[in-house]
């Protein structure tokens, strides 16, 4: 059946528990990458209800030179049914002459060899519908937003495909929706749809894009497939998938060639054998081919046309006689086979072998010694390595004049919803109350919301997690949403009239020019990370020469140099299936390491190269000797932490996926000059320990927090506070050093507590511009003297923070004395044991009754901290402290 162009929209049917087995729409192309998706779907117990393809429309295709127009060689879908299906794929099936010599070269879809797909309704049993592709590349960027698509004017399409004026509007990603409602209402329980993206940012957004307004939940299972774990050695080119392909018994013919590195004689080549992936690799390394997705195609070197696959997909197979193959030369070293009486044949499918699909392990060599690190700890806490705690202690450079906070380009906002009245006591009223604060802020300051790059999320119930996500989710219309934190801290959270039930802070950036904002959104099941199913993404990054002055803000060069990375929190999810992994008795061990891999896939793929500090959440456990666990837990995060940074990998991580986009290598202007030895087209190993001033076996601090809840119930959350790429060697400089505390006390005889400080020094040597991240981490005596308990709950956290960090701050450069220290150095968050700070957050209560709890001013008479109160916090070696405060500041030299 051909469907009509104008399908009434179906009702988006809800999403399945992850338990449950998906019933999948798989998109095809007929290529290699999108059956293989398919065959991994099965294996993970999903059913394939559908085959959805995008062919060329009628018509002349555009571009220069002379084209003859082309009939539309699919105008009916074609379905499983015998009766109804013709058996050969004739030129043009519905009876007419294949007169097209060009193919569409779409940015999106491949279209060459769309004339044997009709074919893979009877080949595989499964019904297949098809619709022709509206529109061109109208949008150019890696990420994608429907939002643009809808209000692209007419004209703007780079290419624009169609005699229509307005298919000049419509990007051909959009093309999608109407074929995947159509299959909708044929298929009501189909509830996904897979892809075959491999590391195209480019193709796996726009399906996201479409899935999820569709509410379908999108599969993308070979997403960086090359860089997770293969049962040969690490560091390969990529080829790995290929032999998987082989061995699962798939038929994939080279059926288009655009790179150097092959001609024409490698046309039908079987790339899912033995022999085609070793021609592959000999003609990519001839030719000097350094891009890791080269030798699968993924630049575009070649297409390919899957024939045959295992039992379980293929029930017949498609042939292509040598006569009915010809050669198409489009000029620089591109060529493509014109098929023609294609046609399905019977195969003895008990006879096949049965085809196996790798599913890769879940863990990668760093984190099976993480876990293995841990199942073999007995201490209870963490004896750091003597050699990374003797770190000397950095000289200061002297880095300038450090920037006055009010012009600092950071900003930190504390809102709470009204809780002021009864007309607020459910969830759903002082969530979008405190939305509307975040909108009238950001109105205020005359900022879109793309200027928020993180957020931390504070609830005292986890259980309102959904509602609150529907509607904080509101805010967000573009790519790319902040990176997010999210911890429920129950009844630690204060009490006032109605109650505050959720607390929000937000990072914003009020200067960032068009392109300086980047990050990594990915919304689809893989093998490599969870999921973003929410409206936040893994990770936002931005120039650190983003935030000098605005006197000295240009735009030449801002998108080069030190760049600074926010990350979402990161739960111990199995990537696949999005449930929490089992493990017994081992069950942290297995979440504290699989979370933490989580983070580090994600630095390693948008570069970080050292990590500034990092803390993980633990739920609360009440037990007689919740102490003595939590010590526990957070000696195993310590553990976890130093052992994947000193970990020795037999190959470099920097052999892996080489930095932008593939697709951005072959369109972005911004790339398409890059020679493969160029930094920005190899990832950053992490850590890399070349952009320290002095490279030693450091480890950043990392610390434990213990709060109420995590989403997903989970047994931690890793959280790195920042993420720094881009770094020169020697960029990064690490400070620490220790500062006695006193505690007021009427009989002047109080032991003294400790203070551990640490800096973390991001330079810009370019630019003249110095970030500093100051952590102060409060260690009192215990146990305390009542007095000195009345002392400390007279404080909403430890005053002499703010002091300890501007004298830190003071030594690195010129410092304004007339202001008091909380209005000089910026906090970011501070985790409180409500053990010493009973209220931790009433300042922000009290203003934020009446201003929204603004942050930057708070009230607009006193500054408000970010905190997150905790049952207890704990350092690296388990011992329990009273509080941690993040700073940032900002320097500038002339």
């Keep these: 059946m051909q469907i009509p162009e104008n399908t009434p929209p179906e009702m988006a049917p809800p999403a399945a528990a992850p338990e449950e087995s998906l019933r999948v729409i798989a998109l095809v192309s007929g290529g290699k990458d999108s059956f293989f998706s398919v065959l991994h779907c099965l294996a993970n117990g999903h059913r394939v209800v559908a085959l959805a393809n995008l062919h060329p429309p009628p018509g002349p295709l555009p571009g220069p030179g002379p084209s003859l127009s082309s009939s539309d060689v699919a105008a009916a879908a074609t379905t499983s049914d015998d009766d109804h299906h013709q058996d050969r794929a004739a030129d043009g099936q519905s009876g007419q002459e294949e007169t097209e010599d060009r193919d569409l070269n779409s940015f999106m879809y491949q279209t060459v060899g769309h004339q044997a797909i009709p074919l893979y309704a009877d080949a595989t049993g499964i019904p297949l519908y098809r619709r022709a592709i509206v529109g061109g ?37 959009e093309s999608m929706v109407p074929l995947l409602r159509a299959v909708m209402a044929a298929h009501p329980d189909a509830n996904a749809v897979c892809a075959g993206a491999i590391l195209s940012t480019y193709q796996r957004t726009r399906v996201e894009s479409v899935a999820t307004r569709l509410g379908l939940v999108p599969l993308a299972f070979l997403w960086k497939f090359p860089i997770l774990p293969t049962p040969g050695p690490s560091g390969d080119d990529g080829a790995q998938l290929l032999a998987d392909m082989a061995v699962a018994g798939m038929e994939a013919r080279i059926i288009k060639v655009a790179s150097g590195g092959l001609d024409e004689s490698a046309l039908w080549t079987n790339v899912a054998s033995i022999a085609g992936r070793d021609r592959i690799q000999r003609s990519m390394r001839r030719f000097g081919v350094a891009d890791r997705g080269a030798v699968l195609g993924e630049g575009g070197e070649f297409e390919t046309l899957v024939l045959d ?132 802020l950001l109105s205020r300051a005359g900022l879109p919301p793309s200027a928020i790059i993180n957020s931390t999320i504070v609830l005292r119930r986890m259980s309102d997690f959904p509602t609150i996500n529907a509607i904080y989710g509101a805010l967000f219309d573009a790519p790319v949403p902040p990176a997010r934190v999210t911890v429920a801290c129950g009844q630690l959270l204060p009490s006032l009239r109605s109650g505050v039930n959720i607390a929000v802070y937000l990072t914003v950036h009020p200067a960032l020019k068009d392109g300086q904002r980047q990050g990594l959104h990915v919304q689809s099941r893989s093998y490599w990370a969870p999921a973003n199913i929410g409206p936040y993404s893994q990770a936002v990054t931005v120039p650190a020469a983003s935030l000098a002055s605005s006197a000295r803000v240009d735009t030449d060069g801002m998108m080069d140099g030190v760049r600074l990375v926010s990350i979402a929190g990161q739960i111990p999810l199995v990537p696949a ?318």
């Design 137 to 173: 590349a109208a949008q150019t960027s890696t990420d994608y937003s429907h939002f643009a698509a809808a209000s692209a004017p007419v004209g703007k399409a780079v290419v624009a495909r169609g005699n229509a004026a307005q298919d000049a509007r419509a990007d051909e990603t």
């Design 577 to 894: 299936t999005m449930v929490l992994p089992g493990g017994g008795d081992d069950s942290l061990r297995l979440q504290l390491s699989l979370s933490l891999q989580h983070l580090w896939r994600i630095g390693v793929e948008v570069g970080v190269q050292w990590w500034t500090s990092a803390v993980a959440y633990f739920p609360h456990s009440p037990t007689p000797n919740s102490g003595v666990e939590m010590s526990r837990k957070a000696g195993l995060a310590a553990q976890a932490w130093e052992t994947a940074h000193l970990f020795a990998s037999q190959e470099q991580d920097s052999d892996g996926d080489e930095g932008p986009d593939l697709w951005d290598k072959k369109f972005n202007p911004r790339y398409m000059s890059l020679s493969a030895t160029d930094p920005r087209t190899s990832v950053a190993e992490l850590p890399d320990r070349e952009v320290l001033t002095t490279p030693n076996r450091v480890v950043p601090p990392v610390f434990a927090v213990e709060v109420a809840e995590l989403p997903r119930a989970a047994g931690v959350e890793w959280h790195a506070h920042m993420g720094i790429s881009r770094a020169g060697a020697g960029s990064v400089t690490v400070r620490r050093r220790q500062v006695p505390l006193t505690i007021p006390s009427s009989d002047k005889s109080t032991p003294e507590g400790v203070a551990h400080v640490h800096q973390v020094i991001i330079h810009h040597k370019e630019r003249k511009v110095y970030v500093v991240q100051t952590i102060v981490a409060e260690k009192l005596p215990q146990p305390l003297a009542r007095e000195q308990e009345l002392s400390l709950q007279r404080h909403t956290a430890y005053s002499g923070h703010d002091q300890i960090a501007l004298e830190a701050v003071s030594q690195l450069g010129d410092v304004n004395d007339n202001q008091p220290p909380s209005e000089t150095v910026s906090a970011v968050v501070r985790y409180v044991d409500v053990k010493f700070y009973p209220n931790p957050l009433a300042r922000i209560v009290q203003s934020g009754d009446k201003e929204g709890a603004e942050g930057v001013g708070g009230g607009e008479k006193e500054k408000v901290a970010p905190c997150v109160p905790c049952a207890s916090v704990w350092d690296a070696q388990g011992q329990r402290l009273s509080s941690v405060t993040v700073y940032q500041s900002v320097f500038e030299r002339a």
């Design 309 to 440: 696959g295992p039992a379980e997909l293929f029930r017949k197979r498609i042939v292509v006689d040598g006569a009915d193959r010809r050669v198409v030369r489009e000029g620089g070293g591109s060529a493509w086979l014109m098929l023609r009486n294609a046609r399905t044949e019977s195969k003895d499918v008990q006879a096949q072998a049965e085809g196996k699909v790798r599913i890769p392990d879940l863990l990668d060599a760093r984190f099976v010694s993480v876990l293995e690190t841990l199942q073999g700890s007995l201490s209870t806490t963490a004896a750091q390595n003597e050699e990374v705690e003797a770190e000397a202690e950095a000289e200061a450079p002297h880095l300038g004049r450090l920037q006055v906070q009010n012009k600092n380009r950071l900003l930190h906002w504390c809102v709470i919803g009204d809780v002021s009245s009864r007309e607020s006591s459910s969830i759903e009223t002082e969530t979008r109350s405190l939305v509307e604060r975040i909108r009238a």
